[in-house]
């Protein structure tokens, strides 16, 4: 079975399919089980963080470390661009021309989604 996620933007909960859930469960307790810190091995990784977090931030920074990748960002939007009024996309746009993928959280109601839509895939 082709993997239904790969390449897919993962913005929220409701986009995914019960099989797509299912998948991402039986994933993490299989890499619970028997991790591989090789997964993502020559990866990087953007972490824009626009709003304060603690927990999240580091959630995702410590997984992508223990998975062999790399991460770059920021943890504080006032020091971007961003304060220059340089837009969300442009930023978007050029930081994940340097990364394999892009972690967001950002004040605005459905900021999160913008990304997908000005994003790259590859």
């Known amino acids: 079975m082709a993997n239904p ?4 933007h993962i ?4 986009d995914f399919s019960r099989e797509e859930l299912e998948l991402v469960v039986d994933t993490a307790a299989r890499l619970k089980q028997s991790p591989r810190g ?6 990087l990784v953007a972490s824009c963080f626009f709003e304060p977090s603690t927990r999240t931030r580091l959630s995702f920074e410590t997984a992508v470390q223990r998975l062999g990748g790399n ?3 920021f943890a504080d939007g006032g020091n971007t ?4 009024g340089e837009t969300l996309a442009d930023s978007i746009k050029i930081i994940s021309s340097y990364t394999d993928a892009v972690v967001m ?3 605005k109601e459905g900021a999160a989604g913008w990304p997908a839509s000005f994003r790259r895939c590859r």
């Open 5 to 8: 996620l790969y390449r897919k």
């Open 11 to 14: 913005i929220s909960i409701p």
């Open 38 to 43: 090789d997964l993502l091995q020559d990866k």
């Open 71 to 73: 991460i770059i960002g």
């Open 81 to 84: 661009s961003a304060k220059k």
């Open 105 to 107: 959280r950002h004040p």
